[in-house]
Nanobody, 124 residues
Framework: QVQLVESGGGLVQAGGSLRLSCVAS????????MAWFRQAPGKERDFVAG????????DYADDVKGRFTISRDNGKNAVFLQMNNLKPEDAAVYFC?????????????????WGQGTQVTVSS
């Protein structure tokens, strides 16, 4: 059984930074795409960033491009999201997701496995 566990969320002032981590267990993620999504209260879960199995290809939502960076360490079975210059509108629960496919996908329904989420709060 695959488990994804996120960490690194918290409260930060606008303009600050956070680094989210997601560690997988139960299966190697070496052949999986991995991604971060976020969901604010009353809103749908939205794609934030995705990374290919080897880390060579990445994709970002337009509103985080240039501020967020996704990376992975297959040796640690982990994916990371470095978030800089955070804005109040970035506040949400952030979810890690994984799927055994080659191309990065932005759709929630694509992903087989999900973490429980980590809360990010940004004060203005």
């Amino acid at each position: 059984q695959v488990q994804l566990v996120e960490s690194g969320g918290g409260l930060v002032q606008a303009g600050g930074s956070l680094r989210l981590s997601c560690v997988a267990s139960g299966r190697t993620m070496e052949t999986h795409i991995m991604a971060w999504f976020r969901q604010a209260p009353g809103k749908e879960r939205d794609f934030v960033a995705g990374i290919s199995w080897n880390g060579r290809n990445t994709d970002y939502a337009d509103d985080v491009k240039g501020r967020f960076t996704i990376s992975r360490d297959n040796g640690k079975n982990a994916v990371f999201l470095q978030m800089n210059n955070l804005k109040p509108e970035d506040a949400a629960v952030y979810f890690c997701a994984a799927d055994p496919r080659y191309f990065i996908a932005r759709e929630v329904r694509t992903y087989d496995w999900w973490g429980q989420g980590t809360q990010v709060t940004v004060s203005s």
